[in-house]
């Protein structure tokens, strides 16, 4: 079993700043790669930024620029700080973790329960 716990998130006047973040426990034998996604009300879910066990990373056009992914391999935790926040960020974010556990080899995707970020005045 594998959860993934986000917290973080809240109500920011834009131009605000947050930061996210989302910690991996149970029976997990390695991440190989974490994320952020979110979803706004009548959008599809996208992705945000994501980082990979290595360090590289890869950030939605949107954000470049503004949000920073940043992860803790020893406490299997993924940070995201936003900075320079609009209203048009304002999403539920969704942390992702692609793993494998100790019973089951295939790399497989977990997600958390998902955190409110409102921006607005």
């Known amino acids: 079993q594998v959860q993934l716990v986000e917290s973080g998130g809240g109500l920011v006047q834009p131009g605000g700043s947050l930061r996210l973040s989302c910690a991996a426990s149970g029976s997990i034998f390695n991440i190989y790669a974490m994320g952020w996604y979110r979803q706004a009300p009548g959008k599809q879910r996208e992705l945000v930024a994501a980082i990979t066990s290595g360090g590289d990373t890869n950030y939605a056009d949107s954000v470049k620029g503004r949000f920073t992914i940043s992860r803790d391999n020893a406490k299997n935790t993924v940070y995201l700080q936003m900075n320079s926040l609009k209203p048009e960020d304002t999403a539920v974010y969704y942390c992702?973790?692609?793993?494998?556990?100790?019973?089951?080899?295939?790399?497989?995707?977990?997600w958390g329960q998902g955190t409110q970020v409102t921006v607005s005045s």
């Open positions: 992702c973790s692609r793993l494998i556990t100790l019973v089951q080899a295939i790399p497989s995707d977990y």
